[in-house]
C-alpha cells in the first residue's frame, strides 16, 4: 500500500502517521486558500474530508504519480464531486499535478473544474458532480477488473447527504450481489448537507445496519483519527468475498473553529481576513505562500480576461452592461422572482413545496420563511430527484399543487423518466422548477449547468414550458403557473443577477410573445424600450427579428441597440417567455414582416432555433417566400467553470455576438432586396 513507481515496484515515499496528520492539515490551508482565490466552492465537505483523503492518496491507494494511466493503479472515484478540492490536494501532494495550480481553481479552462473532470487532469479517475452516481462507476470498474483477471481495490468516497440518493442504493445492492470485494467505499459521515442535519433533511441512519443487510462489510470510524483511517483501509484490503464500507464519522469544517458543524459553510468560500484567521488556527500560516499564490490566480484570471475580450467582436464603443453613462441597468438574480412568487400565494392550502437539498439558493424556501403556518405544507426530500418527482405526481393526482426545484439538470434531467411518465403521461398538476440553469452556476462548472433540459421538456407531451426573462417576469410566470395554469408545468431561470428589463406594466400573457423595440437613448436601459404584446404590435417593416428566450431577452436587447447606433438598423426582439405553447403566430408575422430572424438561446442550439425554423419552414403564409435565419447559441459541447459572465463571452452568447450575426444577415438581406426575392411582406 503506497505511492509506488509502477516500472520498479519500489515505494516512491512511505508517510509515518504523523507525516499524513501533517499532510492533511497542510492540505486544508491549500484548500481554504483556492476556495478564496476562486471566490467560490465547499468549505466545509472538503475539511471533513481531508484527513481520509491525505491518507487514502498518500498511503492506502496504490498508485503512480509518473504514470497515472498504470492498469494495475488502485482507482479513485470521487462520487462527492463538490469535494473536488480535497481530490486536487490528494493529487498534488502525491506529485500528480504542481501544488501551486490548484490555486486556478474554477477558472476558465483550469484542469482543476468546480467539479472533477477527467478529461482534464491526470489523476482524476472520472467525471462527477451529480451526487450519487459514483458508486455504481465503481460496481462498472469493479465488474471490469473481475473480467480482467485484476486485483486493484476501486475506492469510492461519498457524502452521507448523497446517501439519499436511491442510485446509490441499486449500486449498493449490485456489489453485495456479486461479492465485489474489489470494492471500498468510504462515506464522509459530517451530519450536515446544505439545507441542515442529514437527520432532519432526510434521515440516512443506521447507514451501518443498511449497508451490512446488503451484504457489505462495514467499518465505523473516526475519521480524524489517522490511526484508526490507516487501519480501516488495511483491514478493508484484506476482505475478501464482499465489498467493504468504511463510515467515517468527521465534523464539516473540521481545523477551522468557526466553520465547524456549520451548515452555512457548505458551499461558502472564505475571504481573505477569513482565510488568514483559518491558516492562523491551523498552524499553517507561516508555511503557505499566500500572497505569490494568489498573485498566481490574479495573474491567471488577468491572462483569462484578455483571451475572452480579444474574443469578443467590437464595434465603435463599449455597449457592455452599465459601460456607459446613460442606459443603465439594474441587476438581480432572477431565482428571487421565483422564491418572492411562492411566499405571496402559498396561502392556497393546496401549494406543497417539495425540498430537495438546495433550498436557499434556489428561494423555494422563501415559501415557509417567516411563515410558520405553512410549516407542514413544506416537505424536505433530501437529494432524491427521482422519488420526489413521482411523490410530486402522488400528491397532485390528490389535488394538491406540489413545487419541485433543483438545479435544472437535476430536476429536469436526473429525473426525466420520472416527469414523462409520472407526471406528464397522466397529465398531472405539477410545477418543475429548473432553477440555476444555462451558465449562470458558472464556477460549478459543466456537470452543473443546464444547457440541454429545454429539449426533453418541451419534447414531453402534456408539458408548457415557460422561460422568463428576468426576476420580474420570474415572478410573474410563477405565479400564473402554480395557481392558474393546470397540468405538468416547467419554469427556467437563472442563479446569477441578470438584467431587470421588465416591470410591472408589462404584459406578461402565458402563450403570447411580447414585441419589444427600442425607441432611444435614456438614462435607465430599461426606458428605452418600448414592450407590447405581440398580437397588439403593428409592423414597422423592422430590418429584423430578434428571438429570445430567459436571460438572452436583455442581450437580444442590447444587441438591438448595437445595432441601431452602429448600423442604424431596426430590430423587433421578441421576447418568447413561452417556448411551449409556442406564438407561433408571433414568430410567422415577425418572419414575414422583416424577413431575418435570429434566434437567442442560453442553451444548445436548438431547443428555441429548431422550433423556431420548425414553425416557419411549415407555415403556409411563408412557403416559397426567402428567408434569412441564424442561431446564437451553445454550440454542442459542454460548459467549462468560469463566471457566468465570462462563459457567455467563452460560449458566444452576448449581445455583441448576436449583433455580429446580425449584420452578417443584413448583408445578404440587402443582397435579397436587390434581387428582389426576400420574404418581406
Ligand atoms: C444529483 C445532485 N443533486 C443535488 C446536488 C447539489 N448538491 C451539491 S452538494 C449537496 C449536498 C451534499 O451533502 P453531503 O453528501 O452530506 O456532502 P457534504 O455535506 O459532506 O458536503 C447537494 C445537494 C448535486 N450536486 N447533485
Not at 92 to 98: Q, Y
Not at 101 to 128: A, C, M, Y
Not at 297 to 320: G, H, T
Amino acid at each position: 500500500m503506497a505511492l509506488k513507481d509502477s516500472t520498479t515496484g519500489n515505494v516512491i515515499r512511505d508517510y509515518s502517521i504523523e507525516q499524513l496528520r501533517d499532510a492533511a492539515n497542510l492540505m486544508r490551508g491549500y484548500d481554504l486558500l483556492a476556495l478564496c482565490a476562486a471566490g467560490s466552492g465547499h468549505a466545509g465537505g472538503t475539511l471533513s474530508v481531508m484527513d481520509i483523503t491525505a491518507a487514502l492518496y498518500l498511503h492506502a491507494a496504490n498508485h503512480d504519480p509518473h504514470n497515472p494511466s498504470w492498469p494495475d493503479r488502485d482507482r479513485i472515484v470521487w462520487s462527492a464531486g463538490h469535494k473536488a478540492p480535497s481530490l486536487y490536494l490528494g493529487l498534488a501532494f502525491a506529485g500528480f499535478c504542481p501544488l501551486d495550480d490548484v490555486v486556478t481553481l474554477r477558472k476558465l479552462n483550469s484542469p482543476f473544474q468546480g467539479h472533477p473532470h477527467w478529461l482534464k487532469l491526470p489523476g482524476v479517475e472520472i467525471s462527477t458532480g451529480s451526487l450519487g452516481q459514483g458508486l455504481s462507476i465503481s460496481v462498472g470498474m469493479a465488474l471490469a477488473a473481475r473480467l480482467d483477471g485484476k486485483y486493484h481495490k476501486i475506492f469510492c468516497l461519498m457524502g452521507d447527504g448523497e446517501q439519499q440518493e436511491g442510485q446509490i442504493w441499486e449500486a449498493a445492492m449490485e456489489a453485495g450481489h456479486f461479492h465485489l470485494d474489489n470494492i471500498v467505499g468510504i462515506v464522509d459521515c459530517n451530519r450536515l448537507q446544505i439545507d441542515g442535519w442529514v437527520k432532519d433533511v432526510m434521515q440516512v441512519e443506521p447507514l451501518s445496519d443498511k449497508y451490512s443487510s446488503f451484504g457489505w462489510e462495514v467499518l465505523r470510524i473516526d475519521g480524524h483519527d489517522m490511526n484508526q483511517i490507516v487501519d480501516a483501509f488495511q483491514k478493508a484490503r484484506a476482505v475478501v468475498g464482499k465489498p467493504v464500507v468504511i463510515l467515517a464519522d468527521t465534523i464539516k469544517g473540521k481545523g477551522v473553529s468557526f466553520m465547524e458543524n456549520q451548515a452555512g459553510w457548505h458551499g461558502k468560500p472564505p475571504n481573505r481576513e477569513q482565510l488568514d484567521a483559518a491558516l492562523e488556527e491551523l498552524g499553517i500560516g507561516e508555511r503557505i505562500p499566500v500572497d505569490s499564490l494568489l498573485d498566481k490566480a490574479k495573474n491567471y484570471q488577468a491572462a483569462v480576461e484578455r483571451k475572452l475580450q480579444s474574443k469578443m467582436p467590437r464595434f465603435s464603443r463599449d455597449y457592455w452592461w452599465n459601460a456607459g453613462d446613460n442606459m443603465k441597468v439594474k441587476m438581480e438574480p432572477t431565482r428571487k422572482g421565483f422564491g418572492q412568487a411562492l411566499a405571496q400565494n402559498g396561502d392556497d392550502e393546496r401549494v406543497v413545496c417539495l425540498g430537495l437539498d438546495i433550498s436557499g439558493s434556489i428561494t423555494i424556501s422563501d415559501f415557509y420563511s417567516g411563515k410558520p403556518e405553512r410549516a407542514s405544507r413544506w416537505i424536505s426530500m433530501g437529494i432524491a430527484e427521482q422519488s420526489a418527482t413521482s411523490a410530486a405526481a402522488g400528491m397532485a393526482r390528490e389535488g394538491k399543487l406540489p413545487v419541485l426545484g433543483s438545479y435544472a439538470t437535476f430536476s429536469a434531467a436526473r429525473n426525466l423518466d420520472q416527469i414523462r411518465t409520472s407526471v406528464c403521461y397522466p397529465n398531472l398538476n405539477v410545477l418543475i422548477a429548473g432553477a440555476h440553469a444555462g451558465v449562470s452556476v458558472g464556477p460549478d462548472g459543466a456537470t452543473h449547468q443546464a444547457l440541454e433540459d429545454l429539449f426533453a421538456m418541451q419534447g414531453l407531451p402534456n408539458m408548457s414550458v415557460v422561460v422568463p426573462c428576468d426576476i420580474v417576469e420570474t415572478r410573474k410566470a410563477t405565479s400564473y403557473l402554480l395557481l392558474e395554469h393546470v397540468g405538468p408545468k416547467y419554469i427556467r431561470f437563472a442563479r446569477e443577477a441578470t438584467p431587470i428589463v421588465t416591470d410591472e406594466k408589462t404584459p406578461f400573457v402565458f402563450g403570447q410573445a411580447n414585441v419589444i423595440r427600442l425607441r432611444g437613448e435614456t438614462a435607465n436601459f430599461a426606458d428605452a424600450f418600448e414592450t407590447r404584446l405581440a398580437v397588439d404590435y403593428k409592423n414597422e417593416s423592422e430590418d429584423l427579428s430578434i428571438v429570445a428566450i430567459g436571460p438572452m431577452v436583455p442581450e437580444a436587447m442590447r444587441a438591438a441597440r448595437i445595432l441601431k447606433l452602429e448600423y442604424g438598423y431596426e430590430t423587433r426582439v421578441l421576447n418568447l417567455h413561452t417556448l411551449k405553447p409556442i406564438d407561433a403566430e408571433a414568430l410567422i408575422r415577425a418572419a414575414r414582416e422583416t424577413g431575418v430572424v435570429v434566434t437567442a438561446e442560453e442553451h444548445q442550439i436548438g431547443a428555441l432555433a429548431w422550433r423556431v425554423s420548425s414553425i416557419l419552414t411549415e407555415s403556409r403564409q411563408l412557403y416559397g417566400l426567402h428567408l434569412i435565419t441564424g442561431a446564437i447559441g451553445v454550440k454542442d459541447r459542454f460548459g467549462d467553470s468560469g463566471a457566468p459572465w465570462e462563459m457567455i463571452k467563452e460560449l458566444e452568447l452576448s449581445a455583441e455576438h448576436i449583433a455580429q450575426k446580425a449584420v452578417e444577415l443584413m448583408t445578404f438581406k440587402k443582397n435579397s432586396v436587390a434581387a428582389g426575392s426576400l420574404a418581406i411582406k
